[in-house]
C-alpha cells in the first residue's frame, strides 16, 4: 500500500470533516441570525439594518447545504482512494463503514432534498454525519488481507453496500421523524425546521428506501451466510439485530397511513429503528461475540 494513497484518504476524509463541522456551525449561527431578525423586527430598525439581516439568513441558510454537498464529494473521493488501494469495496472493517455510512446518510439527504424542501436538517444532517467521520477516522484502518468469509468480491459490495445504504437511508428517516416530532409539538412555529407535513413526507420518502434496502440486505447476508457458515440463519447478534430493525420499519410504513392515535406513533417509530441501525452496525459487534466480528475488530 502507497503511503501517498493513504494520505490522500486520510486529507479528504479530514477535509469532509471540517466541511460538515463548518455546515453544523452555520447550523447554529442561522438560529442566532433568525433571533436577530426577530429582535430586529421588534425594534422596528431602519429598512437597510433589517435588510443585512435578511440577506444574512438567507446565506446561512443556504451554505449548509452547499457544505453538505461538498462534504460529500470529499467523502466519495476518499472511498474511492481507499478502494484502489484495497482493491476491493471500502467497507470491510469499522473505520471504512463509518465513514461509507456517513456517506449514504448525506447521498440520501440530497436525494430526498430534490422532492422535499428540506434545506433545514441540512446542518443536522452534516452533524451527524460529521461525527460518523470523526469516530471513523479517528479508528485505526489497516489494510490487512481480507478474512476468508469476506472473500467474495460479489456478495461483499452488494450485500454490505445494501446494508450500509439503508443505514444512511434510516439516518435522513431518523433527522425527519425528529424534525416531524418537534413541529407537531410547536405547532409548526420552528422556522429553521420544515413543516410537519413536509418532514413526514421526508421520512416516508426515506423509510420506503431503507426498508427494501434493509430487506436486500437480509436476504443477500442469508446466501452468503450459507456459503461461508453452511447455514442461512445462525442466529447472530447481528442477524438478529437487523431482523429487529426490519419488524421496527415494517410496523411503521403500515401505521404512517393512519389517522389515528397508531399513526402518530409512526415517527417514534422511526426513531427506535435508527437506534436499531446504529445497534446492528456497531452495538452487536461490540458487545457481544458472533460470526460478524471482523466487522467491528
Known amino acids: 500500500m502507497e503511503g501517498a494513497d493513504v494520505t490522500a484518504s486520510v486529507v479528504l476524509g479530514v477535509s469532509a470533516l471540517v466541511a460538515l463541522a463548518a455546515a453544523a456551525a452555520l447550523g447554529v449561527a442561522g438560529v442566532a441570525l433568525r433571533l436577530a431578525r426577530a429582535d430586529a423586527s421588534l425594534q422596528a ?22 457544505l453538505v454537498q461538498l462534504g460529500l464529494i470529499l467523502l466519495l473521493a476518499s472511498l474511492a482512494v481507499t478502494a484502489v488501494i484495497t482493491g476491493h469495496a471500502p467497507w470491510t472493517n469499522l473505520a471504512e463503514t463509518a465513514l461509507t455510512f456517513a456517506a449514504a446518510l448525506l447521498a440520501g439527504y440530497l436525494l430526498v432534498a430534490r422532492s422535499a424542501p428540506i434545506h433545514g436538517l441540512a446542518a443536522p444532517a452534516a452533524l451527524l454525519a460529521g461525527l460518523l467521520v470523526g469516530y471513523g477516522l479517528a479508528l485505526p484502518n489497516e489494510t490487512l488481507p481480507l478474512v476468508p468469509a469476506l472473500q467474495q468480491p460479489v456478495l461483499l459490495t452488494v450485500h454490505v453496500g445494501a446494508a450500509i445504504a439503508s443505514y444512511g437511508a434510516g439516518g435522513v428517516a431518523f433527522l425527519a421523524a425528529l424534525s416531524e416530532i418537534a413541529q407537531r409539538w410547536s405547532g409548526d412555529r420552528i422556522a429553521l425546521l420544515p413543516t410537519a407535513a413536509v418532514s413526514r413526507r421526508a421520512a416516508g420518502m426515506a423509510v420506503i428506501v431503507a426498508f427494501p434496502l434493509l430487506t436486500a440486505a437480509i436476504a443477500l447476508g442469508s446466501v452468503w451466510a450459507n456459503l461461508a457458515w453452511r447455514s442461512y440463519w445462525n442466529n447472530d447478534p447481528k442477524e438478529l439485530a437487523a431482523a429487529a430493525t426490519w419488524l421496527v420499519y415494517a410496523a411503521e410504513l403500515h401505521l404512517a397511513g393512519r389517522r389515528d392515535r397508531w399513526g402518530a406513533a409512526a415517527p417514534w417509530l422511526l426513531v427506535l429503528g435508527f437506534a436499531g441501525v446504529l445497534f446492528t452496525w456497531l452495538g452487536a459487534g461490540l458487545l457481544f461475540i458472533g460470526q460478524h466480528g471482523y466487522a467491528t475488530g
Open 45 to 66: 430598525s431602519t429598512g437597510s439594518a433589517s435588510t443585512s439581516v435578511e440577506a444574512g439568513g438567507n446565506l446561512v441558510a443556504d451554505l449548509p447545504y452547499r
